[in-house]
């Protein structure tokens, strides 16, 4: 699986971007996607993942800002980030889970600072 994720850049708080990643070389619809993000000298964590079924779970502090979603026609997954707070400042990434296995992209900045 090769993900290639766009969409990072500067925003103002309470901004709006949306993140979105490409998956190729497997079958879309049946892999568990996800974003996790890593801030400076902090642990990579989940902000939110979406499984082949459509099912979303998210980290508590995006709850109610951030949505995740997929279009298994295009084998995209897009997180659309609103509300956006200088603490959601991190490298973004693209992951799926196939068999086991996980599939990481190259990390997407977000920047949210005035």
């Known amino acids: 699986v090769q993900l290639q994720a766009s969409g990072g850049g500067l925003v103002q708080p309470g901004g709006s971007l949306t993140l979105s990643c490409t998956a190729s070389g497997s079958i879309f619809s049946r892999i568990a996607m996800g974003w996790y993000r890593q801030a400076p000298g902090k642990q990579r964590e989940l902000v939110a993942g979406?499984?082949?079924?459509?099912?979303?779970n998210y980290v508590n502090s995006v709850k109610g800002r951030f949505t995740i979603s997929r279009d298994n026609a295009k084998n995209t997954v897009d997180l659309q980030m609103n509300s956006l707070k200088p603490d959601d400042t991190a490298v973004y990434y693209c992951?799926?889970?196939?068999?086991?296995?996980?599939?990481w992209g190259k990390g997407t900045l977000v920047t949210v600072s005035s």
């Open positions: 979406i499984s082949s079924g459509g099912s979303t």
């Open positions: 992951h799926a889970l196939q068999y086991g296995i996980d599939y």
